[in-house]
């Protein structure tokens, strides 16, 4: 999305560890909205987009695996990450969804290796990527008047390191300023009720 006149561009970057089983059990970063939102000043914004980027410092040029398997012969493996940003902490990452009350976007990245398919040391592995962006979900805009918060959750991916390691998920965010009017209020009220 092209940043229009009055947007502003946030970027933050946020720390999870991943442990040697190859989990993280749900984590939430806060992004600070303090300069920009404040109920008792009429002051929100509205998010147009939210973009992820995984990164693991430990490896080349910081890149993420797309490979989150650790090779293991004669199994079927699966592994899956889950990053979402909502205004609303939830206790279990199963619970989050697009039709879940404050999502504002998910990505999910999941990978499945089927061995010994073709013959010994052969393997297919199916990697896909979702992302609901808030373009699809919220397209005039998210309106938010508190901090966003990023949730983070992942199962299996051992192919990341065979010890504790520490991943990162920087987030940019492109949002526009505006006057948060009690119809506005009623409104976020109402759909944090939704479900």
Do not use: W
């Amino acid at each position: 999305m092209a940043k229009g006149a009055n947007d502003v561009i946030l970027r933050d970057r946020l720390q999870f560890d991943i442990d040697a089983n190859g989990d993280t059990a749900l984590v939430y970063g806060r992004v600070d909205m303090s300069d920009y939102v404040s109920i008792v000043e009429n002051k929100g914004l509205a998010v147009k987009e939210i973009r992820f980027h995984l990164r693991a410092p430990t490896k080349p040029n910081g890149i993420f695996p797309l490979d989150m398997i650790e090779s293991v012969n004669g199994t079927e493996l699966e592994a899956s990450i889950k990053l979402f940003a909502t205004t609303t902490a939830y206790e279990l990452v199963a619970d989050v969804g697009i039709a879940s009350p404050n999502v504002i976007c998910v990505f999910e990245r999941q990978q499945e290796r089927m061995t010994n398919q073709f013959g010994p040391g052969e393997a297919t592995n199916n990697t896909s990527d979702i992302f609901f962006g808030t373009p699809d979900l919220h397209p005039e805009g998210y309106d938010i008047v508190t901090d966003l918060l990023i949730g983070i959750a992942c199962d299996n991916v051992t192919g990341i390191s065979p010890a504790l390691v520490t991943c990162e998920v920087d987030v940019m965010i492109i949002a526009e300023p505006k006057k948060i009017t009690q119809k506005d209020l009623t409104q976020m009220l109402t759909q944090a009720q939704d479900l």
